[in-house]
């Protein structure tokens, strides 16, 4: 298991990584955060709304599904926010730069340090 700040810093190691953050998707708080390039107080609030929109669209709609991961590409930047499958209420916020990484395998990192944070 990792701490909170154990799996930002194995995040920061992926090419292109900008920053990253621990998100509470009830309050829109950031219970951890590292980098640069992005102001990530406002970021964690704003993405916290497209979480919850997500969600309720979801709940609109009848899917009986969970979100994997929501992809949001910019001309610079690949933003990535994942749902935590250990902690409910809980997102990790993940910002690229599109020319120096690889999506696919930034995908993948994001993937394996849910599944080994601790809380």
């Known amino acids: 298991m990792a ?3 154990q799996t930002l810093e194995d995040l920061m190691t992926v090419d292109g990584a900008l920053c990253a953050a621990v998100v509470d998707s009830s309050s829109g708080m950031m219970l951890g955060s590292i980098g640069s390039g992005v102001d990530l107080e406002v970021a ?9 929109s997500k969600m309720k669209t979801m709940r609109a709609l009848g899917l009986n599904d969970v979100i994997e991961d929501i ?7 690949y933003h990535i926010l994942r749902p ?3 902690k409910e209420g809980v997102f990790i916020y993940f910002v690229l730069d599109k ?9 993948r990192k994001v993937s394996d340090v849910d599944k080994e944070m601790a809380f």
Do not use: D, P, Y
Not at 44 to 52: C, D, F, L
Not at 99 to 107: C, F, G, K, T
């Open 3 to 5: 701490t909170i700040k």
């Open 44 to 52: 964690a609030a704003g993405n916290t709304e497209v979480i919850r």
């Open 71 to 77: 992809l949001i590409t910019l001309g610079k930047h």
């Open 84 to 86: 935590s499958a250990r």
């Open 99 to 107: 020319q120096r990484s690889n999506l696919a395998m930034a995908r």
